[in-house]
């Protein structure tokens, strides 16, 4: 039975390490059945723990300990590595914000906690580092290039490539990909990384795999519906997306009509800021993300295919609370990293992706620049599947 150390911000109702620890303690419905992981939690690191928080509960309740240190925790309270594997949470707490509206997670400086004790004990275990995996793209490199020097498996991200799709969409290996556009929603800078990465699963199956991005551009207001009737984004992919939304909102909610939201108004309406991000890869694809708060309330992605005549569409469907059956989805290819030391797909896309949404908030914070993104250089390959959920 493996071994998990749990080292986390914060352990509350609806936090990620709620969502992620209790599946590895109770388990999960999986394909028809409970499925219990042949996992242990051993120990558990709280950064911090306000008024309701729940590790001391939940300690006395499934027999680990709550440890003062990362280094304990790892350690078990020994003086040596006594785990098998670490679920880094790194999301939700009482932490700084930048100028760029980014929350300092210390997700970089749990990570490099960790890489200390398998320095100095010799010897390595898999991390899974949730959302992404720093504010800045240097630290998030550094992560990755950890993993490499030292040969332990790093897997990071959201559930939202994991989720269900509606309708099931994957986009085949070599795709030929004109033109993408996803449709987001939340507050920056914590929704639009999930908006971004579910974008991201999507394009990186194109043809020559993924060479990074060459750069970037966040604009705000009223611009966003301008830069669509100059054709900077595409009015029919906004329609293929939002044609699979099942969360419309104004007229919708009001009498449950069906609406066409582009041809009636009612989207400029209803969208009091919208925020347009433009990505401009190496291999010359550009890809749009439409932040469209007030307007939907789930996450739709589109995409024009050389030859094909309609775009391919679909949901990212994300189950309702408290239960959030999607984070289920993601600790199935946790378990994966843990039993196999091998991440089921490349921790390059959360690099990728991490460093993209930083460069957005930049052009932002510098007036809606329009920036050349050479670090971005990102070079991996798509998985063979898509690694989403089926069943």
Known sequence: ?????????????????????????????????????????????????????????????????????????????????????????????DYSINEKSQVLYPRYEFFKECVKVFE?????????????????????????????????????????????????????????????????????DPMDYHALEAMQCMVERRKGGETGVAAVQLIDGEEVWQA??????????????????????????EDGRTQDMIRNGELQKLVQNPSA???????????????????????????????????????FFLTPTPNVTYSACLITKIEELFETGIAPYPAKRTLLVSGTLESCLTSRHQGHVRLETPHLNVEYRAPVESQHARH
């Open 228 to 253: 669509g009737e100059d054709g900077r984004w595409s009015l029919e992919l906004l329609e293929a997306a939002l044609s699979r939304s099942d969360t419309p909102c104004g007229l919708t909610d």
């Open 1 to 93: 039975m493996k071994r998990i150390a749990v080292i986390t911000t914060i352990y509350r109702y609806l936090s990620h390490a709620q969502h992620f620890a209790d599946r590895f303690l109770v388990g999960y419905p999986k394909k028809g059945r409970w499925h219990r992981p042949n996992m242990e939690v051993v120990s558990l690191y709280v950064d911090q723990k306000p008024e309701g928080e729940q590790s001391e509960d939940r300690a006395r309740e499934f027999g680990f300990s709550v440890y003062p240190t990362i280094a304990e925790a790892l350690r078990c309270g020994g003086d040596k590595l006594a785990v098998d594997a670490v679920l880094l949470i790194g999301e939700h707490g």
């Open 277 to 315: 991000y433009f990505i401009e890869y190496n291999s010359g694809l550009k890809a749009t993300l439409l932040m469209l708060n007030g307007a939907v309330r789930d996450y739709c992605f589109a995409a024009k295919l050389k030859n094909e005549l309609v775009p391919v569409s679909t949901q």
């Open 120 to 188: 100095e004990d010799g010897r390595a275990v898999p991390i899974f580092n949730d959302k992404h995996l720093s504010y800045s793209f240097e630290k998030a490199k550094e992560m990755v290039d950890d993993g490499h020097r030292l040969g332990f498996g790093v897997l990071a991200g959201s559930s939202l490539p994991v989720t269900w799709r509606l309708p099931d969409v994957e986009l085949p290996l070599e795709s030929e990909i004109e033109a993408a556009l996803m449709v987001g929603v939340g507050g920056s």
